[in-house]
T-cell receptor, first 117, second 115 residues
Framework: GAVVSQHPSWVICKSGTSVKIECRSLDFQATTMFWYRQFPKQSLMLMATSNEGSKATYEQGVEKDKFLINHASLTLSTLTVTSAHPEDSSFYIC?????????????FGSGTRLTVV | AQTVTQSQPEMSVQEAETVTLSCTYDTSESNYYLFWYKQPPSRQMILVIR??????QNATENRFSVNFQKAAKSFSLKISDSQLGDTAMYFC????????????FGQGTRLTINP
C-alpha cells in the first residue's frame, strides 16, 4: 500500500533555531500534501496545503514566514519551522494526496514531535 | 464552511461489547465523503472506514460499520466485538467530493476498551 515516510519522528531544538521536517511518498506521486498540527488530546488542525511546483496555501492564522513549506517534487514536501519558540512545540503530521486521486487517496505520515527548549 | 462535531470526548466499554461513536456535520454540499480515522497511542492516523454521500448503503469493514443519515447529517461508527487494540482516538472527517480537498476533522473521541 501507499506509504508516506515522515522524518524525524521527534526532534528537540533550541529556541531561535530552525527545524526541517520531511515527508516522502515512497511508492506513489503526491501532487498535494497537507500539513497538520496537533496539540495534546486535540484534533488535527490544518496548517497549509502544498501542491507540487507551486506556493503553499496557508490557513487563516498560520504564519507563512514562520512555517515554510516546500513541495519541489512529486515525492517530497518539507515543513521548516523557522526561529522556533517554545509555543511551536507540537505534533506535526503530513498527509499526501495521490496523483490518481480517488477514495483512498490520502496517506498520513507517522508524525513529528517537536519540542523547543 | 464545513464543520464536524463529535459530542463524546471519551467513551469506555468492556472487551467484546459493541460501541457506537457519534458524529454530525454541517455542509451545503450535496456530494462529499465521510471518514472515520483511528489514532492509536503511536499517533499514526489509520483509515477505518469511508462513506460516499451519494451511496445510500452504509459502509461496512469487518467489525466496523457506519450509520449514515444524510438528511440528518449524521455519521456514526459502530464497533462490534470490541478488542483491546481498538483503544485509540477516533476522528470523524469530512471531505468535499472534487479534487484534492482537505479533510475537516471533528474533535475526536477517546475510546478505551477495558479487559
Amino acid at each position: 500500500g501507499a506509504v508516506v515516510s515522515q522524518h524525524p519522528s521527534w526532534v528537540i531544538c533550541k529556541s531561535g533555531t530552525s527545524v526541517k521536517i520531511e515527508c516522502r511518498s515512497l511508492d506513489f506521486q503526491a501532487t498535494t500534501m497537507f500539513w497538520y498540527r496537533q496539540f495534546p488530546k486535540q484534533s488535527l488542525m490544518l496548517m497549509a496545503t502544498s501542491n507540487e511546483g507551486s506556493k503553499a496555501t496557508y490557513e487563516q492564522g498560520v504564519e507563512k514566514d514562520k512555517f515554510l513549506i516546500n513541495h519541489a517534487s512529486l515525492t517530497l514536501s518539507t515543513l521548516t519551522v523557522t526561529s522556533a519558540h517554545p509555543e511551536d512545540s507540537s505534533f506535526y503530521i503530513c498527509s499526501a494526496h495521490r496523483r490518481q486521486g480517488g477514495l483512498y487517496g490520502y496517506t498520513f505520515g507517522s508524525g513529528t514531535r517537536l519540542t523547543v527548549v | 464552511a464545513q464543520t464536524v462535531t463529535q459530542s463524546q470526548p471519551e467513551m469506555s466499554v468492556q472487551e467484546a461489547e459493541t460501541v457506537t461513536l457519534s458524529c454530525t456535520y454541517d455542509t451545503s454540499e450535496s456530494n462529499y465523503y465521510l471518514f472515520w480515522y483511528k489514532q492509536p497511542p503511536s499517533r499514526q492516523m489509520i483509515l477505518v472506514i469511508r462513506q460516499e454521500a451519494y451511496k445510500q448503503q452504509n459502509a461496512t469493514e469487518n467489525r466496523f460499520s457506519v450509520n449514515f443519515q444524510k438528511a440528518a447529517k449524521s455519521f456514526s461508527l459502530k464497533i462490534s466485538d470490541s478488542q483491546l487494540g481498538d483503544t485509540a482516538m477516533y476522528f470523524c472527517a469530512f471531505m468535499k467530493h472534487e479534487g484534492a480537498q482537505k479533510l475537516v476533522f471533528g474533535q475526536g473521541t477517546r475510546l478505551t476498551i477495558n479487559p
